[in-house]
């Protein structure tokens, strides 16, 4: 007879699609299996308020023991806060574009994680307000700095400027995904924190623009000329003059300062686009 948390793991692989790298054996049967990344996704609202449920609770967990264990000052996030992050945007995607799927499967789900989802949510869909398509081949990308480094030019930039570690984390990941996009924008923007040349000649102090931790001490610079810290709201929309943008960056902002997993969780996340064909993943496992 199977031991019962074997059994569990197996039922647990018919709903999310084992990873085949981490498919459930029995020396390791005290661990939940981890999600396919391209494993199909429920449709019915108990079904997906379950799996959004059992994703994010399983990837709080592995982005604990990735502070705890690991080293967030060293190359990118474990595969198994990959594959759960990945599993949770997906989630997020779908629901992004259900609105009445998305109302009914949040109702369902326990309040911090729907409240997690909503803001999200309402993030994602004011950046789509903003997005062109482009062709895929527009679209770049590289590694991030790890998550350890990042927090590290954060918090030298708010000693500086007095501008929030939360802000400028989100303000990185709207601008470019925490440096994976490396593509210049369509106005000419570039960097981790997507600079005009022209404003960055005003604010780098000298810095490389494509170099991350002088992109988010210019980010910092240019907030706090703008207004930041006290007027927070006025400064991201100098940076960006988008109502769509300045909602979504405080949407996030605010997730990461009420849930220090919250920055673990997006910085984990993989890179979407919106192309004239198809909106389409172009980074992470299983492509």
């Known amino acids: 007879m199977l031991p019962r948390l074997l059994i569990s793991a197996l039922l647990a692989c018919v709903a999310f699609g084992c990873d085949s790298a ?3 054996q029995s020396e390791r049967a005290d661990q939940p299996p981890l999600p396919s990344p391209n494993s199909a996704i429920p449709r019915e ?3 997906l308020a379950d799996r959004l449920t059992a994703t994010h609770r399983a990837l709080d967990t592995a982005i604990e023991r990735w502070r705890e264990e ?3 000052s060293s190359g990118g996030p474990p595969r198994e806060v990959t594959l759960l992050a990945l599993d949770e945007q997906r989630v997020h995607l779908l629901l992004a574009k259900r609105r009445r799927l998305a109302a009914r499967v949040l109702g369902l789900a326990p309040g ?3 409240a997690h989802a909503r803001a999200t949510l309402r993030a994602k869909r004011d950046l789509n307000a903003l997005y062109v398509p482009v062709t895929r081949s527009h679209w770049r990308t590289g590694a991030a700095a790890p998550a350890g480094e990042l927090l590290r030019f954060y918090r030298e930039a708010r000693r500086r400027f007095g501008v929030p ?4 984390a989100a303000v990185n990941l709207v601008e470019s995904a925490f440096g994976r996009l490396r593509n210049t924008s369509t106005s000419g923007a570039q960097g981790p924190m997507q600079f005009i040349p022209s404003t960055w000649a005003s604010y780098g102090m000298g810095g490389n623009i494509r170099d991350p931790h002088d992109a988010i001490l210019g980010a910092a610079n240019y907030l706090h000329a ?7 709201r006025r400064a991201l ?3 960006n003059p988008s109502e769509h943008y300045v909602n979504a960056v405080l949407a996030y902002a605010e997730r990461i300062r009420r849930d ?3 920055f673990f969780s997006y910085y984990s996340w993989q890179v979407y686009v919106r192309t004239t064909a198809d909106t389409r993943r172009i980074t992470g496992p299983g492509l």
């Open 22 to 24: 981490t498919a459930p």
């Open 45 to 47: 609202p108990r079904a």
């Open 70 to 72: 690991g080293d967030i």
């Open 112 to 114: 911090t994680i729907a």
């Open 165 to 168: 570690v939360h802000v400028l």
């Open 226 to 232: 703008s207004g930041a810290p006290r007027d927070v």
């Open 237 to 239: 929309y100098s940076y």
């Open 260 to 262: 220090r997993r919250a």
